[in-house]
């Protein structure tokens, strides 16, 4: 099939509602995105950003990848912060990971899958770091939702060393960085007690929420 026609016709009908709710809805959105929130999340497409955070088209600035990792050569993931920081103006950055990750599982695995392996070291390097806490956890599950917090909290690290939010801060903009996991299972989104608003807080919220993280590992 060349023309993916219930995509066409399910779109239609989302813009009707859209119409229906507010008249004018596609004009202002037309006219200017103001978002306050930039969303670093995994691609998995049980993951739908807005749907889940109940906004709007135009309230929340997205960037998506495998694992919602934040690495300091993704020029993608570094223009999408920079745009977000510097152009729209963004208050806050989410890292939102979730539990029952396809990266997550295969890095715990040692499941070979190709070229998405490379980009998948960067979570096998977390799972080194934390090696010992990943090996105190009772079950497989347990471990896996785990490394998948840990990914997060070191995601957010990440961030906190990127020059785009260390300018931001220097020049004295507001904005806040934070840790969240979504679980797929529920669909509730949880705070993992990860949020930084200047260089300092980093070394101590980072010990904090891997403490915190730890203990729902041993669950």
């Known amino acids: 099939m060349r023309v993916l026609w219930q995509l066409f016709d399910n779109n239609?009908?989302?813009?009707?509602?859209?119409?229906?709710?507010?008249?004018?809805?596609?004009?202002?959105?037309?006219?200017?995105?103001?978002?306050?929130?930039?969303?670093?999340?995994?691609?998995?497409?049980?993951?739908?950003?807005?749907?889940?955070?109940?906004?709007?088209?135009?309230?929340?600035?997205?960037?998506?990848?495998?694992?919602?990792?934040?690495?300091?050569?993704?020029?993608?993931?570094?223009?999408?912060?920079?745009?977000?920081?510097?152009?729209?103006?963004?208050?806050?950055?989410?890292?939102?990971?979730?539990?029952?990750?396809?990266?997550?599982?295969?890095?715990?695995?040692?499941?070979?899958?190709?070229l998405i392996d490379n980009w998948l070291r960067h979570v096998q390097d977390t799972a080194g770091k934390h090696r010992a806490l990943l090996d105190s956890a009772r079950t497989d599950?347990?471990?896996?939702?785990?490394?998948?917090?840990?990914?997060?909290i070191e995601q957010v690290c990440n961030l906190v060393s990127t020059p785009i939010v260390r300018d931001a801060w220097d020049r004295g903009q507001a904005l806040s960085l934070h840790g969240w996991i979504y679980d797929i299972r529920d669909g509730i989104l949880h705070d993992l007690g990860l949020c930084v608003t200047r260089p300092d807080e980093i070394g101590a919220f980072y010990r904090k929420a891997v403490g915190e993280v730890s203990g729902a590992g041993d669950a």
């Open 141 to 152: 599950e347990a471990r896996q939702d785990l490394l998948c917090r840990l990914n997060v």
């Open 12 to 114: 239609k009908k989302w813009a009707a509602r859209m119409r229906e709710a507010s008249p004018d809805f596609f004009e202002v959105l037309f006219r200017q995105q103001q978002p306050d929130y930039l969303w670093i999340g995994c691609a998995d497409s049980r993951v739908p950003a807005n749907e889940i955070t109940g906004l709007l088209p135009g309230e929340l600035f997205v960037h998506r990848n495998v694992a919602n990792l934040v690495i300091h050569t993704d020029l993608n993931c570094l223009s999408v912060i920079q745009y977000a920081v510097e152009v729209l103006r963004v208050g806050h950055i989410i890292v939102c990971g979730h539990l029952g990750c396809g990266g997550i599982r295969a890095v715990l695995e040692g499941e070979k899958m190709g």
